[in-house]
C-alpha cells in the first residue's frame, strides 16, 4: 500500500495485526497500557514511549537547504525522539516527535498548537527538517 499521508484516523490499520484494538489488552485511551498518552504508550517503542509531555520549542527555525529528493531515512532516524520541526512539500510545516522510522515512513507525534497527535508520514514529503 502507497501511503503519503497518514492520519491518527488510518494509522491503526496501517500497522497491522501487532496494533491493539478496542476490547484488546492494551487497546485504545480507557483501557490499560496501550494508545499515547495512556499507560504503556505507542505499541512497540522503546520503552513504551509516550507522546511527550512538554510542548516543542517555542520558535520556529530557519529552514535548511532544501533538497531535490527524498529524505534519507537513515538521516532522520538521527531525530529519534528529539523535538524536529519539519517543512513537507506542500508548504506545510510543525513540529514532530518522531518515534520510528521506516524504510519509506516515519511515526511519531505532531503538535498541533495545543498538544501531540499520533502522527505518520511518507518520507518522500519531507523536504527538509532539523532536530533540537
Do not use: E
Not at 494509522?11 to 496501550?34: K, M
Not at 499515547?36 to 516543542?56: D, N
Not at 506542500?90 to 520510528?100: D, K, R, V
Request: charge should be positive; hydrophobic fraction near 35%.
Amino acid at each position: 500500500m502507497d501511503v503519503s499521508y497518514v492520519d491518527s484516523y488510518s494509522y491503526p490499520r496501517l500497522l497491522g495485526p501487532q496494533f491493539p484494538f478496542p476490547g484488546s489488552p492494551g487497546g485504545f485511551p480507557g483501557s490499560p497500557g496501550g494508545f499515547p498518552g495512556s499507560p504503556g504508550g505507542f505499541p512497540g517503542s522503546p520503552g513504551g514511549q509516550q507522546a511527550p509531555t512538554a510542548p516543542p520549542p517555542a520558535f520556529i527555525p530557519q529552514q535548511q537547504t532544501a533538497t531535490p529528493f527524498a529524505v534519507d531515512p537513515g538521516a532522520i532516524s538521527l531525530c529519534l525522539f528529539r523535538n524536529t520541526y519539519i517543512w513537507l512539500r506542500n508548504g506545510a510545516s510543525f513540529w514532530y516527535f518522531p518515534i520510528f522510522v521506516g524504510p519509506r515512513s516515519v511515526a511519531g507525534f505532531r503538535w498541533n498548537g495545543r498538544f501531540w497527535t499520533i502522527f505518520g508520514i511518507d518520507t518522500r514529503r519531507i523536504v527538509s527538517f532539523t532536530c533540537f
